[in-house]
């Protein structure tokens, strides 16, 4: 069966902010929950993982792995996600590549439309991250050529320095609710 995409259908109005909040960092590996990806393709998250289940095959270890329940409360707490309703089953996450093999066992419009996202935001991302590290060396090999007389010159690079740590640490959000005293 080939889906033809119309032109409507493949202009997304999913901001991109929302999905880069819906990939987390588990096991030094960038994913997307289970629900988290049902709900960006308007499908349930036990008909996405049913899928996923009659094409097990596609989905090695590296492309999707279920979370222990300490890195499942870990995820709650830390991003206030709601437990309410309670899940039977701990979530499953993608990586980048699952994501991708999703792209080949969900055939809506809808899910064809979201992966091509989903796919350019993790590509950017991948690209942000080697520029940080291109500039960090860049500027680690213009220390090393300086003189160490110039004092000026040391300032700056300690300026520049601070700034990039700063990239590198999110920043916090503020939590809400009310806190226990």
Request: aromatic share 8%.
């Amino acid at each position: 069966r080939i889906n033809i995409m119309t032109e409507k259908e493949n202009t997304l109005t999913i901001p991109d902010e929302l999905v880069i909040n819906k990939i987390y960092l588990i096991r030094n590996q960038k994913v997307m929950l289970d629900s988290d990806l049902a709900e960006l393709y308007q499908v349930t998250t036990g008909n996405l993982n049913k899928s996923v289940n009659r094409n097990v095959k596609r989905f090695p270890d590296d492309f999707m792995f279920q979370l222990t329940e300490i890195e499942f409360k870990n995820l709650m707490f830390q991003n206030g996600i709601s437990s309410w309703g309670g899940k039977r089953k701990l979530p499953y996450v993608f990586t980048e590549q699952g994501v991708a093999m999703l792209s080949g066992i969900l055939n809506s419009n809808r899910a064809i439309a979201v992966n091509i996202q989903i796919m350019r935001i993790f590509t950017r991302i991948r690209q942000m991250l080697a520029d940080n590290t291109d500039l960090r060396l860049d500027i680690e090999k213009i220390k090393n050529k300086l003189d160490n007389q110039d004092k000026n010159m040391e300032i700056v690079f300690r300026y520049l320095d601070e700034l990039l740590e700063k990239k590198e640490n999110p920043i916090e959000r503020n939590k809400i609710g009310y806190q226990m005293q």
